[in-house]
């Protein structure tokens, strides 16, 4: 049986190493996500890029594009460092160095966080509907949770053109 990489609240309740704790865990989760992530792209065959399961819909390289932009605006809010511009190519080779980049800046940045601020460091995202304050660690579920939906979608993707997708990783 697979174990979750994320403590249960009670389990570390008035536990004085929390944050630390909570980075830890959320560290091996990201890793185990992060591979996913990659063996789905590399699943793709190179003249697969382009495939678009319908117009309204973006191709396999613009969502996988749409992670690691994604991930730069993420990296962008905690660091204040200006994100990348969203490539537009439908190249594999091009697509995966670009995806390595931003995901290689993300970890930095979240690599830099201090453990014991992660719940208290507030950054302000400019949104139509005013700003919004963002904790560290908002931004780091932010993060996750966005490139597991997208990574997901690029799961049914393969599917769509009959190539079994990876085996999941916890």
């Known amino acids: 049986m697979a174990q979750n990489a994320f403590p249960s ?3 570390i309740a008035g536990d004085n190493n929390f944050e630390k704790n909570f980075m830890s ?6 890793e185990g996500m ?3 992530t990659f063996e789905v792209f590399e699943a ?17 390289a613009k969502l996988c594009s749409h992670i690691g932009l994604s991930l730069d605006i993420y990296a962008e809010m905690i660091d204040g460092t200006p994100r990348e511009e969203q490539i537009e190519s ?20 979240m690599n830099s966080l201090n453990p014991d601020d992660v719940f208290t460091g507030i950054h ?3 949104t139509r509907d005013g700003d919004i304050d963002f904790y560290d660690y908002d931004i780091l ?7 597991v939906h ?21």
Do not use: C
């Not at 793709?44 to 396999?60: C, I, L, N, R």
């Not at 579920?141 to 490139?147: D, P, Q, V």
């Open 9 to 11: 609240v009670a389990t």
């Open 25 to 30: 865990a959320f560290l091996k989760r990201w």
């Open 34 to 36: 992060r591979m996913h």
């Open 44 to 60: 793709m065959p190179d003249s697969q890029f382009g495939f678009q399961p319908t117009k309204e819909v973006k191709s396999f």
């Open 90 to 109: 439908v190249e594999k080779s091009v697509v995966l160095t670009t995806l390595q980049n931003q995901f290689e800046r993300f970890e930095n940045t």
């Open 124 to 126: 302000k995202l400019d």
């Open 141 to 147: 579920m932010l993060a996750y949770n966005h490139s």
């Open 150 to 170: 997208h990574k997901g979608q690029a799961t049914t993707y393969l599917r769509l053109k009959e190539i079994a997708p990876p085996q999941y990783r916890f």
